[in-house]
């Protein structure tokens, strides 16, 4: 399987260049119909006007990419152990690509909708079901078993159900809502998609490490533009992508057969590594819906008490906020690999610790507003 890795370069540099000679345009289209976002409310951290619909691009160098670089029968289940192997390999392989690409052109109508003109909570939620139920009970993605951790291991196919719709809802919003500072989203997103990448590569799985890659190379793309002083914003179009790729790989990964790992990753129980590479998002969304509930708001309702809001009240600026909190997350994934041969419930426990710990320490901090 490993001679077959051009793919997935030719798949991420292919996301790149799509993004990186389109976005240009997409710019100048937007500023002319004024498809942009103005400066003005409180928890806004730009002070001028930004094109909102970068995640159009993204979307189409995925689904682009990902399509014409979509790896053949026979690099799908080379594993010596013949054509019913390489049949199933392939079925499950396609019924993957078929319901991912259906949710992601949903979710992109979703979104664009979204940014242009709005729309309603109970619709965006009615759309997030229908997208759920392709995903988790039309494809089959989810999670059936939590290997040991918690003393649990395989989930009744109700159990499974209700826990991968959370995962995606969940993902699907917490990618929504880290997305506040230049470059945070599209740099989270592109770390997680890299790790899961290579994760599913060394696991064999051709096409899900395909779809990783082609995600992270778009992102690339994407940051060109999006760094501070960012020129285009992803939007919704761009996050609920970003979230819903990202759900279904995680989803995957715990699942995933780990016999081709290297000993060091097959050590590692696969609910603990996926959480720790998705660790961000997750501490940053449960905290915020903690707070929010207990000063009696919706859990929904936007505000600027995020982990990146207080990074750049303490006056670390867009950059310095965004590469703290790309470290951040780096931290907790070379973690998972120093605490591989703990008992899950404890690796889990110093995991889930040290990223909370470390998500609250600035709130300890002294804040000091400065001009970005």
Do not use: C
Request: net charge positive; aromatic share 10%; no cysteine.
């Amino acid at each position: 399987m490993k001679e077959h890795g051009y793919i997935l370069i030719l798949g991420a540099v292919t996301a790149f260049i799509v993004v990186l000679f389109t976005m240009p345009s997409l710019i100048k289209v937007a500023r002319l119909k004024h498809l942009v976002d103005e400066p003005g409310d409180a928890r806004k951290v730009h002070h001028r006007s930004v094109p909102t619909i970068g995640g159009i691009i993204i979307f189409a160098a995925v689904i682009f990419s990902y399509a014409l670089w979509f790896p053949q029968a026979a690099l799908i289940g080379e594993d010596g152990e013949g054509y019913k192997a390489l049949y199933q390999a392939m079925g499950q392989a396609y019924k993957d690509f078929k319901f991912v690409l259906a949710a992601m052109v949903l979710l992109f109508f979703i979104g664009v909708k979204d940014d242009i003109i709005g729309f309603s909570p109970v619709k965006k939620l009615v759309g997030h079901m229908i997208v759920g139920y392709i995903l988790v009970i039309t494809a089959d993605i989810r999670i059936t078993d939590m290997h040991g951790l918690f003393g649990v291991y395989e989930l009744p196919a109700a159990m499974s159900i209700a826990l991968s719709f959370f995962t995606y809802v969940v993902l699907v919003n917490a990618f929504n809502l880290i997305d506040g500072v230049d470059g945070l989203a599209g740099g989270i997103g592109l770390i997680a998609a890299t790790v899961y990448g290579v994760w599913l590569y060394m696991a064999g799985d051709i096409a899900l490490s395909l779809l990783a890659f082609v995600l992270a190379g778009a992102l690339v793309g994407f940051l060109v533009f999006n760094f501070h002083p960012a020129r285009i914003f992803m939007g919704d179009s761009g996050s609920l992508i970003i979230g819903a790729i990202i759900s279904v790989l995680a989803m995957k990964v715990v699942d995933h057969d780990t016999s081709r790992l290297p000993l060091p990753l097959r050590q590692i129980p696969t609910p603990i590594f996926t959480m720790a590479v998705i660790a961000y998002p997750l501490v940053d969304t449960l905290r915020i819906f903690i707070v929010r509930t207990a000063r009696g708001v919706s859990p929904l309702a936007a505000d600027r008490n995020h982990i990146h809001h207080r990074l750049m009240d303490m006056g670390l600026g867009h950059r310095r906020t965004t590469f703290a909190l790309y470290a951040y997350a780096l931290t907790i994934i070379g973690l998972s690999l120093l605490t591989r041969k703990w008992h899950p419930n404890v690796g889990l426990m110093v995991l889930g610790s040290t990223a909370v710990v470390l998500a609250l320490l600035p709130f300890a901090l002294p804040q000091r507003r400065a001009t970005p």
